[in-house]
């Protein structure tokens, strides 16, 4: 089955910090892939469409500026958590939508872990 | 706003018998329905979905009911085994907008012997 990555699994790194967040498909090409975060016992929050060759979609309440993302090529999608801080924690999970799939043929990461101390 | 929303944060079924999981949606644009599985720090697998135009569809011991007019959809596995044992995240996609999924607030089924 299709196969989606993310590095780093987890990370911890101190308050005014950037990070970021690779997602990568590795058996597929994705035009478009989604970020998503959960908070402790919450629901996924889709946070972005990222789309390959463009600029991202950013759902309302995100902040564009705080939450980089680059979809430079079919099977790689960065997100970059700029001037983190605690209340960024959260588990980033990202997805990736099959070029030619289906509506429901979305796969999703195995997510990243932020703490921000 | 909470649009898709499952009420039961948990539940806990015997091995065997049948596990009902419930989800209420409000927008009445969602046209495509998917419930998700997802263990502990993994991201969500997809189990099954269905379009507005059925009211029902199987895949083995999962079946999903889909009642538009009450805006209710719910998953029954029969039987339940142990390794069912997650939170199942019901999702919805509003017409015209592929893959953009709304997810609900997930309750954990737990299976126990």
């Known amino acids: 089955g299709a196969v989606v990555s993310q590095h780093p699994s987890w990370v911890i790194c101190k308050s005014g910090t950037s990070v970021k967040i690779e997602c990568r498909s590795l058996d597929f090409q994705a035009t478009t892939m989604f970020w998503y975060r959960q908070f402790p016992k919450q629901s996924l929050m889709l946070m972005a469409t990222?789309?390959?060759?463009?600029?991202?979609?950013?759902e309302q309440g995100v902040e564009k500026d705080k939450f980089l993302i680059n979809h430079a090529s079919l099977t790689l999608s960065t997100l970059t958590v700029t001037s983190a801080h605690p209340e960024d924690s959260s588990f980033y999970i990202c997805?990736?939508?099959?070029?030619?799939?289906?509506?429901?043929?979305?796969?999703f990461g195995p997510g990243t872990r932020l703490t921000v101390l | 706003d909470q649009q898709v929303k499952q009420n039961s944060p948990s539940l806990s079924v015997q091995e065997g018998r049948i596990s009902i999981l419930n989800c209420d949606y409000t927008n009445s644009m969602f046209d495509y329905f998917l419930w998700y599985k997802k263990y502990p720090a993994e991201g969500p697998t997809f189990l099954i979905s269905?379009?507005?135009?059925?009211d029902k569809n199987e895949d083995g011991r999962f079946t999903v009911f889909l009642n538009k007019s009450a805006k209710h959809l719910s998953l029954h596995i029969v039987p339940s085994q142990p390794g069912d044992s997650a939170v199942y995240f019901c999702?919805?996609?509003?017409?015209?907008?592929?893959?953009?999924?709304?997810f609900g607030t997930g309750t954990r089924l737990q299976v126990t012997l």
């Open positions: 990222s789309n390959e060759g463009s600029k991202a979609t950013y």
């Open positions: 997805s990736a939508y099959p070029t030619s799939g289906r509506v429901n043929e979305q796969f």
């Open positions: 999702a919805a996609i509003p017409a015209g907008t592929a893959s953009k999924l709304t």
């Open positions: 269905i379009s507005s135009i059925k």
